[in-house]
């Protein structure tokens, strides 16, 4: 899951940031849910489900925090660009079915390099995974002013994998944030997606 071969492009250059592939491979981190429970506190299918425990997460060099549906594993990524080095962190949680996973890139100028950011993320992650994710649409915006692109993730095959990822770029970072789960549980998957996405504050 943390796989350094996992990439986002940035300026042309492959950087292995955001490497949430191959998130079967990785040991049970803890008990989250990501189905919704209904209003006898069960799940929709009756069968009881543990509450997700939500972690307030700091990315330290840059102050950036995020909620995670559990505690994450880190790990810190250096790439060489050019005549630098870029760092980055990793912050990732496995979930019942899938993964969550949330990363930051010390990268000025990132603001050009968010669709080579989603490209680069999906070329990464299908290189290290048995599944073939592909975006199934994609769209520019900005949050708090800065500028987002979304986009809509799926796998194919028996097993298929829905979920998202956005990519945010402010002057030194690109912060990305990646959902992934079983297409069953597709509008609860959807659900934690926008709750980790509403809990990102960049200073």
Known sequence: MLAASTAVAAGGVLLPTSAFAAAPEVPQISSVSTRVAGHDGHS????AKPAVKWVKTTDSPSGITVKLPGKATVQEISAPAGVTT?????YSVK???GFVGFAVLDLP???ENLNDGL???LEGYNEASRDALAST?????????RPTLDARLSTKGSDRKVGAARFIADD???VQAVTLGSAANEKDVEQMHRQILASIRIP
């Open 44 to 47: 929709h299918h009756g069968i």
């Open 119 to 121: 490209q680069g993320f």
């Open 137 to 145: 649409g994609s769209r520019k915006t900005t949050v708090d002013g």
């Open 109 to 111: 100028g990132g603001q």
């Open 95 to 97: 979930t019942d079915d």
């Open 86 to 90: 870029v760092t980055g962190r990793v």
């Open 172 to 174: 030194t970072h690109i």
